[in-house]
């Protein structure tokens, strides 16, 4: 198995010349035609026009692992779009791990929306406008998931953290059994994505595209024939990795300037108290 190691590496040619290649690490799923690989497997685009969105799937599942992916969202009139990239795995009791991006007139904020599901149950939303035009730049969208929690970050700033709480016996599972692939789409959502459903999708504007480079994963992989690890993985840091308290101060920033919908204080939605979750730290 290929290990990425460029997160380690500072130069900017030899992280190039490490990070994943597309060809390498991912399949086009749909979207006949609209999704692209180019530049020698170094980029990614999909594209959404009136008939069709797009989408890619990872080659590899995963069983914990830091991914980190850069992406620039679809730019100018995105409005009734949603760029989606999240960890999934399969089935009824599926657990996933969500980014999805609801695209807006130009000029306006984007919407980071974010969820984890564990064995199929979701419903914890949590959005976030940006600090950036996320149109103009690929920015860095990463997800930790090591056995003691996961957190979401952009540019290296924690946004979310979900914690296993198995051992408190509350009743929350963690995603730690299921590998989950990475999957990627864009697609039209304008029955809700924009003000709610209330801009529609300006088809004029087509074709819509959204753009990924530089993959990497420390990944442990899991198939049919061998499961591996990074040999030291035990011992690495991402691993065992948990929010310091920089991280902590910095999550709290980001939810006090950016957030803009949190379930964890949305009590018309849980007028029998909030779930477990919500009140462990
Ligand atoms: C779009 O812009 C409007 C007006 O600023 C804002 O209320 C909304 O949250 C923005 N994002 C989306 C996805 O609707
Ligand atoms: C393994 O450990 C070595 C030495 O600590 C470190 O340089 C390397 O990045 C680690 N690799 C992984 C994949 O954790």
């Not at 990425?4 to 010349?17: D, E, K, M, R, T």
């Not at 690989?37 to 599942?61: A, E, M, P, V």
Request: hydrophobic share 35%.
């Amino acid at each position: 198995m290929k290990i990425f190691i460029s997160f380690w590496v500072v130069s900017g040619f030899l992280a190039a010349a490490l990070g994943g290649n597309f060809n390498q690490d991912f399949d086009i799923t749909w979207g006949d035609g609209r999704a692209k690989i180019l530049d020698n497997g170094k980029l990614l685009t999909l594209s959404l026009d009136k008939t069709s969105g797009s989408g890619f799937r990872s080659k590899k599942q995963y069983m914990f692992g830091k991914i980190d992916m850069q992406i620039r969202l679809v730019p100018g009139n995105s409005a009734g779009t949603v760029t989606a990239y999240y960890l999934s795995s399969l089935g009824s009791n599926h657990d996933e791990i969500d980014f999805e991006f609801l695209g807006n007139l130009s000029g306006d904020p984007y919407i980071m929306h974010t969820n984890v599901y564990t064995q199929g149950k979701g419903g914890r939303e949590q959005q976030f406008y940006l600090w950036f035009d996320p149109t103009k730049d690929f920015h860095t969208y990463s997800i930790l998931w090591n056995p003691q929690s996961i957190i979401l970050s952009v540019d290296g700033t924690p946004i979310r953290q979900f914690k296993n709480l198995e051992s408190k016996g509350v009743g929350v599972a963690y995603p730690k059994d299921q590998p989950m692939w990475i999957f990627s789409s864009l697609w039209n959502a304008d029955d809700w994505a924009t003000r709610g459903g209330l801009v529609k999708t300006d088809w004029s504007q087509a074709p819509f595209t959204a753009s990924y480079t530089n993959f990497n994963a420390l990944a442990c992989t899991v198939s049919t024939t061998s499961n591996s690890c990074p040999k030291n993985s035990s011992s690495s840091s991402w691993f065992s990795e948990s929010l310091d308290n920089s991280g902590v101060e910095r999550i709290k920033w980001v939810q006090k300037n950016y957030m803009i919908y949190d379930y964890c204080t949305d009590s018309k939605r849980f007028p029998q108290g909030f779930p477990p979750e919500c009140s462990i730290a």
